[in-house]
């Protein structure tokens, strides 16, 4: 199987251990191809080591809970038997990967109990992060999904010329367009264009738009006026089963001269961008793919010295899988320090922000895809200057 | 409030420290009453000190995370900050209270993962169990959550006897009543009762009962017949927020006389589940409140000496509030060892089963309120014998 492969292929590890009670790791389900609504009331544990067979243990209550893996079946009745079935099971391992990140530095992957990794290290077993196998499984595309991300990229870009348009038009009518209108639209366009998103894109004037999480509600969002920024922050994808997504960030300001301060603002958000893309380019085509942590620093770098980051609140950007914020290395050194190494035919967000409370913020958003020497972006041309969205009167 | 009285009435603990990621702790959102719907992306904290004002820690992205509770507001940006906040609400702490159980001793309980509980004792804090806490708020119930179990065991009561003369009038008047359709009956008698059910009744026959896990199917399950043994399984409360359930399992035999076997079996599991009651009884009444898993020895001791003990699958009963799996002790020492004091105003099935794959299963099961001196069984009489469904044909 791909998971013994991938175990061959890493030194000193001599398996790897799902465990999981109620839902309790959302990654072993996904790893694993197991169906995460299924009722499974005990707790279960999955053992792939690098030679020889799997080993699968369920409670006697529910011996048919793994009954889709592969391996061999060992069930246990009381606390006493599991303890002796993965004391046998382990018998002999001197090294094992779980879903563990020491001092919880990635929490995306930090799913395993203290109590579970105490138990593990009693049988003498040391356990070491799983992190770069779980990237290997869930973020590492195929052909048919990079597919599926070019056509989705290439149709939000076209999306969001089309808002930019309806906004002009609508200003232009006086149709009294909000925030939550212009959502509405993003949302018609996807489905239009035969895409699917897990939850409702951003669309955010002014002072809203300072806030990276504001979402517009049905009623109370702004209407949409003549010298207003706005920022909308799309992401879809297409519905067969296995395609990933497209995540972009634009923003435009409504009329023909965009405010010098915000094309201040918006110029050292492209800046700290295309330093990080620039900066993953370099790295990639000298085959030295970097970590997530260290293409944060270069984008942060710039936001730094530009004096703004105080302003920037978020990691640079995050992994892009058939989830929109995906399993892999995320582009971050703030919120976590990510180590993972970013691997070749994964793909993340670059999304640098400035945010001035009370007044506005910027954020530009772009796709990186990691070819085995090469970083590409689809989804083009990039933004380059806050659009001018020009109304006809 | 009631959690720092808790606290000051627990010698040696300087505090309860709640830690949640997208929902990795259900108990934290229980306990602390917020809304588990709520979308928090960040990771949160919130730290009650037996003494003075707690202090909510989260990101700067969400600075609201916690509104509703009380205390003093911190929100952390980095990685690095997030830590030194931590390490500034922890400074002066020894010995803190987490939803962590040594050795994974309690998987209900064991809810903060390896990475976060190594973070804490970094800071030179000592982490314990807060098992008996969660029960406390968890599990205690008040005089309304009482009544409420009340009149859903009473109700319960009554269902079972309408079920089973539903049956002898179905089988008398050949109409194929199938474990489906007598589990369906039972739904419909909830509702005209007015109450309520988180997942549908087990209605099973003969060969059938000895799966504990068996729920029939809507199509292709067994007809009722003479000479059945019918075993129904039923959990319902009343709709009113706060309310818990009440959870009751009787089996009949469809005819005059009860096969020997069968009531031999059955004179084994009333036999362990009141020698479970009156252990309890007998120690309450001395002010001396057992454990979960020592009243498990005491059932399972009955059902092992009469030769049947490797035909007990689960353990002897579940804690029992707003559901019917509820957060307070189980009575349990086969699946794990559950270590909980029982506490006084709590409520616990017993429900010991003896099953023969091929043949039949019996459970009997009732539910245990614990009074300050005293242990109630509500859903008067019990039952005593297998009940003859006798059918006038």
Sequence with gaps: MDIQQALRETPGLDGWLFYD????????????????TKHVTRRWYYWVPAQGAPVKLTHKIEPHALDELPGEAIHYLSWQSLGACLSRILSGVKRLAMQYSPLNAIPYLSRVDAGTIEQI?????EVVTSADLVQR????????????????????????????????ASVAARTGLTEYGLQQFILSRFADHGLITSSAPIAAVNAHSANPHYGPSATGSAVIAEGDLVLIDLWAKRPEPGSVYADITWTGHVGRTVPSKQ??????????????LEFVKARVAAGDFPCGWEVDETCRN????????????????????????????????????DKRRLLPRTCFSIEPGIYLPGQFGIRSELDVYLADRDAIVYGQPVQTEIVPITVRG
Aim: proline share 2%.
């Design 21 to 36: 009670f109620r839902g309790s790791d959302p990654l072993a389900y996904r790893v694993l191809l197991l169906d995460p």
């Design 121 to 125: 290290r009693g049988y003498g077993v």
């Design 302 to 337: 710039v936001i730094r010295n530009a004096g703004y980051g105080e302003k920037f609140l978020h990691r640079t950007g995050h992994s892009i899988g058939e989830e929109v914020h995906g399993n892999g290395a995320n582009i971050d050194n703030l919120e976590t320090q």
């Design 137 to 168: 499984f869930e973020a590492v595309w195929d052909d048919r999904q990079l597919a599926s991300h070019r056509d989705a990229a290439d149709k939000l870009r076209r999306i969001v010329d089309e808002a930019f348009r309806h906004v002009a």
């Design 263 to 276: 094309s201040e603002v918006f110029g050292v958000v492209r800046e700290a961008r295309d330093a990080a």
